[in-house]
């Protein structure tokens, strides 16, 4: 429900400021800063702590902290999949015809839910119930069904499917009114989110190399004022897919439709903003990390990315110490450390008294190691390409005096390195997410085996 960014370079390249009071579309596609965004960002975080110390509510830090990274991953392509299937989705009209699959997966899920339902209120629903309570038990739970199998339609097949062939009915458009048009709002949101994640994880490089720009924007450059929209660019497929759209569409109808039709633009704005809200209270974490990345090579200029080959030779000193020291505490965790301890610099043991306790073997572990042995990895690279093009990384006019055939072949040794600086990141995030899950399994097991099975818990 964010907007998307891809080409924010190629418009208003040059702004006249770096900031402004307010964020509006020109300056989201420039990239300035919008001091309401900043200050936002400063109350998300406080309001986010104050919560979690006054109630020790653990889901909004848990929340915010494992699906914050995922979420960003937004790209060029998982943008542009994602509104190939919201246009294969959605047909405007309500006259979408259903096809043989869907009405095999409808009828399925119609059937499973009516067995579902008849198991639990045979179990459980006729233990206390008798006469006109009895009836209602049973009238409450056939409406219930009935609702649960028309947001999954919506969901699985879009409203025309099922609105197109009753749409005529006075008793259906009432109903429609009151009671399902809400619904059908809910179908939609649920069937976006479901495209949101799929796109996104179809794509999951592409979007790891934009996580910093979309960070980025969302902290700094996007606030409330900004009205989003059921996905990035899904404005163009239906207006009403906008905060701004939907708003123009209620002006065209009576008071009462127009009361009813705000449902929708609470269903859009509503949760979009308190999404942004909950991405700019987890700065604390990610932001550091975030700001410390750079953009992918594929966005950059030949000289910049010269400029960031020779920045990591120059700090391969402090990857290798980070790295050590890093490989050393994961060591620390078994007996064989105890037996090189005292070859190592008597430094390391105040370093290691003031490290916390490494995890246990599993997930969390595994990552470390990985990130640990990329980085090694990275520094290799970095010096091998030093020892063969050290003078083109010490001087921006020995690069510019290179052929265009020894530029690319440069290029092309610098992508192999940004594709392991990619693989550090995405291991550092990945062991984050594990350590933040891990974190609050440790404080609130009942809470969080509610939802992950404690076997997969057990390898973290």
């Given at each position: 429900m964010t907007r998307n960014t891809e080409n924010n370079s190629s418009t208003h390249s040059n702004p006249k400021s770096s900031w402004v009071w307010h964020c509006t579309d020109i300056s989201i596609d420039a990239g300035q800063i919008s001091i309401l965004a900043v200050l936002e960002t400063m109350v998300a975080v406080g309001v986010y702590w104050w919560l979690v110390l006054q109630f020790e509510w653990p889901w909004m830090a848990f929340i915010t902290m494992v699906a914050a990274p995922l979420l960003l991953l937004r790209s060029i392509e998982s943008t542009a999949l994602g509104i190939r299937l919201l246009r294969a989705y959605w047909t405007p009209g309500y006259k979408k015809n259903i096809s043989q699959q869907e009405k095999i997966f409808i009828f399925i899920l119609i059937i499973t839910t009516a067995l579902l339902a008849c198991y639990w209120f045979v179990m459980y629903g006729l233990m206390n119930y008798t006469s006109w309570p009895l009836f209602w038990c049973i009238t409450t739970l056939i409406i219930g069904a009935f609702l649960v199998v028309f947001v999954i339609t919506i969901v699985i097949a879009g409203p025309g499917a099922l609105m197109g062939r009753i749409a005529d009915s006075i008793i259906f458009k009432m109903l429609f009114n009151f009671l399902l048009f809400p619904l059908l709002i809910m179908g939609l949101l649920i069937r976006a989110l479901t495209i949101r994640i799929y796109a996104t994880l179809r794509h999951p490089i592409a979007g790891l190399a934009q996580l910093p720009q979309n960070w980025r924007e969302t902290l700094l450059v996007i606030d409330f004022?900004?009205?989003?929209?059921?996905?990035?660019?899904?404005?163009?497929?239906?207006?009403?897919?906008?905060?701004?759209?939907?708003?123009?569409?209620?002006?065209?109808?009576?008071?009462?439709?127009?009361?009813?039709?705000?449902?929708?633009?609470?269903?859009?704005?509503i949760p979009a903003l308190i999404y942004r809200w909950s991405l700019k209270a987890s700065a604390w974490l990610w932001l550091p990390l975030s700001v410390g990345l750079t953009p992918p090579l594929h966005q950059k200029s030949a000289q910049d990315s010269r400029r960031l080959m020779a920045i990591h030779h120059a700090w391969h000193w402090q990857y290798l110490i980070i790295a050590s020291i890093g490989i050393l505490w994961l060591l620390s965790a078994t007996s064989w450390l105890e037996t090189w301890?005292?070859?190592?610099?008597?430094?390391?043991?105040?370093?290691?008294?003031?490290?916390?306790?490494?995890?246990?073997?599993?997930?969390?572990?595994?990552?470390?190691?990985?990130?640990?042995?990329?980085?090694?990895?990275?520094?290799?690279?970095?010096?091998?390409?030093?020892?063969?093009?050290?003078?083109?990384?010490?001087?921006?006019?020995?690069?510019?005096?290179?052929?265009?055939?020894?530029?690319?072949?440069?290029?092309?040794?610098?992508?192999?390195?940004?594709r392991i600086r990619l693989l550090v990141i995405a291991a550092l995030i990945l062991w984050g997410e594990m350590m933040a899950l891990g974190f609050f399994h440790a404080r609130y097991p009942d809470i969080v085996e509610r939802f992950i099975s404690p076997t997969l818990l057990f390898y973290l």
């Open positions: 004022l900004h009205l989003p929209e059921l996905l990035p660019q899904a404005s163009t497929i239906d207006p009403a897919f906008g905060v701004k759209g939907a708003w123009a569409m209620q002006q065209k109808f009576n008071w009462p439709n127009r009361i009813i039709g705000s449902v929708q633009i609470l269903a859009l704005y301890s005292p070859l190592l610099p008597a430094e390391y043991a105040t370093i290691r008294a003031n490290l916390p306790a490494p995890p246990p073997f599993g997930l969390r572990y595994v990552l470390a190691c990985s990130a640990c042995l990329l980085i090694m990895l990275l520094i290799v690279k970095s010096r091998n390409l030093k020892a063969s093009h050290g003078p083109i990384l010490e001087s921006p006019n020995e690069f510019n005096a290179l052929s265009a055939q020894d530029q690319a072949e440069f290029l092309s040794l610098a992508k192999g390195i940004d």
